[in-house]
């Protein structure tokens, strides 16, 4: 069966991928070798939404329950993205409390973690995915959103917290799929195909793809989003399971920057109108990623984790946006982006549990490799009449960029004035232990921490200077838990993150930031979470984190340490099935945050509120309700007048079931069409929410 839709792989990286699928499976082959004996059949635990994906790979049966984790974390399992019709990751972000959207730019999934905005805390079965972009859900378990720092099982990053997609993987001895086919009044369509197939007593195939044709409420939005995904399943024998995966992604969208504000909020008269064209605001992305995952319990207490993950992102944006507004004209800013970044990551660890009488727990050791080749440019737009990177036009409906606002013809192109050239190459070296200690049945403790070397040398090819950076930085991670009873424990819980001073996208490091220690970050929890039964959890948290960056006064002086962003909070979640016929999912997060100048931080609601109710009135029909509240937010750090207003936003869902199989999903989004500015990327960059939309989807199993 060949499913290739429009793919576009030259011949040099096809090239590439092969070199680098023969690697890893040169690797894998070479570890089976060593484990390979007789196979039988080996019963799998169903784990979905209960487990986190990195306590279930790193345990012996059975995996630690959410329960027993000193962190606050929401599980979101890939039925209810089809039930609340999620398309995106920040349609997750919505109903997760202590998380917010930020705009990213329009390219890119962007979330602000408890007032700490990231752009590449993202993870995909526990593996960086740091690239910039928009990513699919069409091959997901699962989606997991850790808060607070997370540096002791997944490394530098992670400050505020982290969002980790769990990958659909083939299942032994079994035969199902799904076919999902969707549409929405803005006029796009989506197609989807799972399929896993038992080829052998011991080994399996699942074929993951979709095709998205996007749309939405403003002027010129469109895009083609495709990916493929194939994944084998192995079992060797009795001890000893491989994973391989081969995903391609090929995506295009229009990039929309949102729209100006005036006297301190978004200007809602021109909630119409889109500051950018079809053909000057753009963004694609082309990536490969290969993946092998070795899992072998070498005895009784003791188990081997291996994997290997050798990726290629190629992505280029370029837009235009308004960077100033006086009421009548509006000042056009713009550039083109183009980034390919190729990574190898090696992942390593051992657990072993142990039992000294009362005392049980496990221990776990491990080791991590990554090297990353970064190449980006950054292109000025160029005016032809300012012979700038800026241009004032009067504001039209589409605006004419042709004419300026003295009414003389105009111009401009991406090529004339390259602003920067930089080549990074980035080696990240780690150590972590990490002890799961059960003292009794009512007191258990995690220790552990890692220790990582991140090496960075970031080439100016345009001004032909070069500046290197090492970091050996410990992040240290602690909680205790007490459970006075079975299912339910309060944890008290201590982490640290750190950031490199090249950030998140390694794009830049100068002379100045070179000399200085990463940004640290510090999370203090508190927190009691509840079964109140088999199928529903309750979750509270109170919080504190605070950022600490180094700083000098002057170029000479030594360096200094300084208090950044403090924000503290508490978040309540309530989840699960209330019986047979009714569930919930309620979040409710509160939120204060502070700046090291002691001002408003940008991009943090005092306030954000979710909740999605579902009955199943029958075996044929099911309704869901939702409502989300963000509280009013500052645009920029100390600009209490320069707000984003709160909002509220209510959805609805209607399910049928056809027959046993076949299921039809009417989603109904902002039904009252509320106008609404959910993020805002800059003072003049305030993001339209979408307007009433309705999809129906249809999914068949087989």
Do not use: C
Request: hydrophobic share 35%.
């Amino acid at each position: 069966m060949i499913l290739i839709i429009n793919m576009k792989i030259n011949l040099k990286l096809w090239e590439k991928i092969m070199k680098k699928f023969i690697y890893t499976a040169l690797f894998l082959i070479s570890s089976i070798s060593i484990f390979a004996q007789n196979n039988d059949d080996v019963e799998e635990v169903e784990v979905k939404g209960k487990v986190l994906y990195v306590d279930q790979v790193n345990s012996l049966t059975p995996p630690v329950p959410i329960l027993d984790v000193p962190q606050s974390v929401s599980v979101v399992t890939d039925e209810d993205i089809k039930n609340q019709g999620f398309r995106e990751i920040s349609d997750i972000i919505r109903y997760t409390p202590g998380v917010n959207t930020s705009q990213g730019e329009g390219h890119r999934d962007a979330v602000v973690f408890r007032g700490v905005r990231s752009t590449a805390d993202f993870y995909q079965d526990g593996v960086r995915d740091d690239v910039q972009y928009y990513r699919s859900l069409y091959n997901v378990e699962q989606v997991e959103v850790l808060r607070g720092a997370n540096a002791l099982l997944f490394g530098r990053g992670g400050t505020g917290g982290l969002i980790n997609r769990v990958s659909k993987k083939a299942e032994i001895g079994e035969a199902f799929g799904s076919f999902d086919i969707g549409a929405d009044s803005f006029g796009g369509s989506d197609i989807a195909l799972d399929a896993n197939f038992a080829t052998s007593q011991n080994t399996a195939i699942r074929l993951n793809l979709h095709t998205d044709s996007l749309a939405n409420h403003r002027d010129f939005y469109e895009g083609e989003r495709y990916g493929i995904n194939p994944t084998v399943k192995v079992q060797v024998n009795d001890d000893t399971v491989i994973d391989l995966s081969y995903e391609y992604a090929d995506h295009e969208r229009f990039i929309d920057r949102g729209i100006p504000t005036e006297n301190g909020a978004p200007v809602e008269a021109l909630k119409d109108v889109v500051f950018g064209t079809k053909d000057l605001n753009l963004q694609t992305l082309e990536a490969s990623i290969l993946k092998g995952i070795l899992s072998h319990n070498y005895s009784e207490t003791g188990k081997l984790n291996i994997s290997v993950t050798a990726n290629d992102f190629s992505k280029l944006y370029k837009n235009l946006y308004a960077s100033g507004y006086d009421g009548t004209l509006v000042t056009m800013d713009g550039y083109l982006d183009p980034t390919s970044r190729e990574s190898l990551i090696f992942s390593g660890n051992i657990v072993n549990e142990f039992s000294n009488g009362s005392t049980t727990g496990t221990v776990l050791f491990g080791y991590d490799y990554l090297d990353t080749d970064n190449k980006n440019y950054r292109y000025n737009t160029f005016f032809s009449n300012t012979e700038d990177d800026n241009e004032i036009f009067k504001v039209s409906r589409p605006m004419d960029f042709s004419v300026n606002s003295d009414g003389i013809a105009s111009t401009v192109d991406y090529t004339t004035d390259l602003k920067s050239k930089s080549e990074s190459d980035i080696e990240v070296n780690s150590l972590y232990l990490q002890g799961d200690i059960n003292f009794n049945d009512q007191w258990k403790m995690i220790i552990g921490g890692r220790l990582e070397t991140f090496d960075i040398t970031v080439t100016d090819v345009k001004k032909s200077q070069a500046q290197t950076r090492e970091d050996n930085v410990f992040s240290p991670r602690f909680g205790v838990i007490y459970k006075p009873q079975e299912t339910m424990s309060v944890y008290l819980s201590y982490s640290e993150s750190f950031l490199p001073r090249s950030g998140e996208q390694f794009k830049a490091l100068s002379a100045s930031s070179a000399a200085l220690d990463p940004d640290v970050f510090e999370n203090t929890e508190l927190g009691f979470k509840y079964d109140i039964s088999e199928r529903l959890f309750l979750a509270l948290s109170a919080f504190n984190s605070e950022q600490t960056r180094a700083e000098r006064t002057d170029a000479d002086a030594e360096q200094s340490f300084v208090r950044g962003l403090k924000v503290s909070g508490f978040e309540i979640e309530l989840t699960g099935d209330i019986d047979d016929q009714n569930s919930l999912s309620f979040g409710y997060s509160s939120l204060d945050g502070e700046t090291k100048s002691g001002g408003q931080p940008r991009e943090i609601p005092e306030q954000m509120l979710s909740a999605w109710y579902s009955y199943q009135a029958n075996d044929l029909f099911g309704l869901g309700i939702g409502v989300t509240h963000q509280g009013e937010s500052a645009i920029k750090d100390d600009k209490p007048t320069l707000l984003l207003p709160d909002y509220t936003r209510i959805d609805f869902a209607f399910f049928f079931n056809v027959s046993e199989n076949d299921v039809v999903r009417i989603n109904v989004e902002n039904a009252t069409d509320e106008l609404y500015f959910p993020h805002s990327h800059s003072t003049h960059q305030a993001s339209v929410g979408e307007s009433v939309n309705a999809r129906v989807s249809y999914t068949r199993r087989f």
